[in-house]
């Protein structure tokens, strides 16, 4: 209770500090974040452990909950459980030769690096330097939440179902980045059949890939309910016709003819000549929205979304284009599809930019975790593949821990070194 109305009282001397000008109130917020962390160590410090550089509390409160819920829906678990294992070690795959392929790309000099570290920091928008994607503190505690819950929480379901004990679950924290775990019995999880042990490795990252594409599911499904097609979002080539004309924004109509997508305007085009006089109505005011609305799916796409009350209508002589003689030139670069938003656009870009970052969390940490890097889930996997084939377990699991996180750190440094 004394952290929550110590955070109480320091929220609102930031607030007020922040509104008169004497701090930056992102800068506040953030200290404020890591005082209400060493409160809540400080309070409970008789049960925290520090363990190296990291505190670790442990507890038994959640065992029951996690072995309830296990074994209520076992045959579905079990289903889950293989399923994650099946697409595991693809992922497994394709994660590494992604790295492979980025870090070659690096090399030419044609990349920024393929990977990031994600990391809190005190600032009001996402700052994206060498290396490093700094978010914003809250942003960051949503996306690891949505990340170490239902991670940890299938590991723990994976192992009650071959009845491995979990012996606690429990908070770390890593100076100010938290973290949470479920600890099995290793000796059992050890003794445990092989395809078990398999299992329980892939079951965490599956389950964060399996949030992500839940995220990308909803946005699919909720994408036709608040967007309705009504244009295309254009830049005009200097000194063209619709340059000239100062349009702006999206077109959503050619003379009277509905313009929803590219084909829509080069057929609209493609029926005037050069020095034919064509009315443009288009749409000034318009918000660019991240959607995963458009392939490739697993890559946010942007579109406008436009205020159709703010329609201005153009008169345009069509010029001849540079480079095709007797087609007719409009002088406008498509940018993306434009779409009348339903419903209150303020509150969908809130919601939209969370479930965003949750995937961005989600994705990315569950690939990485995946990837043959001892002691990641994915390293442990990669051992119990390898053993199956080979009594040089480890020296081979040895010697590809070290090139991926050779791999890791080139796609991290190599950008600013090259």
């Known amino acids: 209770m004394f952290a929550y109305i110590m955070f109480l009282i320091l929220a609102i001397i930031s607030v007020i500090a922040g509104t008169f000008g004497y701090f930056g109130f992102d800068i506040l917020a953030f200290f404020l974040f890591v005082i209400v962390l060493a409160t809540l160590i400080y309070r409970d410090r008789k049960k925290v452990r520090l363990e190296g550089i990291i505190f670790i509390r442990r507890t038994q409160k959640g065992r029951d909950f996690i072995d309830r819920t296990a074994q209520s829906h076992s045959t579905f678990w079990g289903k889950f459980a293989a399923i994650g294992l ?9 994660g ?7 870090a070659a790309v690096i090399t030419q000099g044609g990349a920024e690096g393929g990977v990031r570290l994600l990391l809190p920091g005190p600032v009001s928008a996402p700052v994206n330097v060498p290396g490093i994607f700094v978010v914003p503190w809250w942003i960051w505690i949503i996306g690891i939440a949505a990340v170490v819950i239902p991670h940890e929480f299938m590991h723990g379901i994976v192992c009650r179902l071959d009845k ?4 606690s679950v429990g908070w770390i924290l890593l100076f100010v980045i938290p973290g949470a775990f479920v600890e099995p019995d290793e000796k059992q999880l050890q003794k445990a059949k092989k395809s078990t ?15 992500a594409a839940a995220i990308i599911v909803i946005f699919a499904l909720s994408f036709p309910a608040f967007f309705q097609p009504t244009g295309i979002f254009v830049n005009t080539i200097e000194g063209g016709p ?6 702006q924004g999206s077109i959503t109509e050619i003379d009277g003819n509905a313009i929803n997508n590219v084909a829509d305007l080069s057929f609209i085009l493609a029926q005037h000549k050069p020095g034919d006089t064509v009315n443009v109505k288009a749409a000034t005011e318009n918000i660019l929205v991240p959607t995963f609305s458009t392939p490739p799916f697993i890559i946010p796409q942007p579109v406008a979304a436009t205020d159709l009350k703010n329609i201005k209508e153009f008169r345009i002589t069509l010029a001849e284009h540079p480079e095709q003689k007797d087609r007719a030139y409009l002088g406008v670069s498509p940018q993306m599809p434009a779409y009348k938003f339903n419903g209150d656009l303020q509150a ?14 989600s994705f990315g940490i569950g690939l990485v975790n995946l990837l043959p890097i001892k002691p990641l889930d994915g390293g442990l996997l990669f051992e119990e593949v390898v053993g199956h084939f080979t009594p040089a377990t480890k020296n081979i699991v040895r010697g590809v821990t070290i090139v991926m996180v050779f791999l890791i750190l080139f796609n991290l440094i190599g950008p600013v070194l090259l």
Do not use: C, D, E
């Open 348 to 361: 969908y870009q809130n919601v939209s930019m969370i479930l965003l970052w949750i995937f961005i969390f």
């Open 86 to 94: 099946i697409v595991g070690i693809p992922v497994m795959l394709i």
């Open 242 to 247: 619709a340059n000239l004309s100062g349009l």
């Open 197 to 211: 042990r398999m299992k329980v490795y892939a079951a965490g990252s599956f389950a964060n890939l399996v949030v």
């Open 96 to 102: 590494s030769v992604y790295l492979i392929a980025q």
């Open 164 to 167: 491995i004990r979990i012996k």
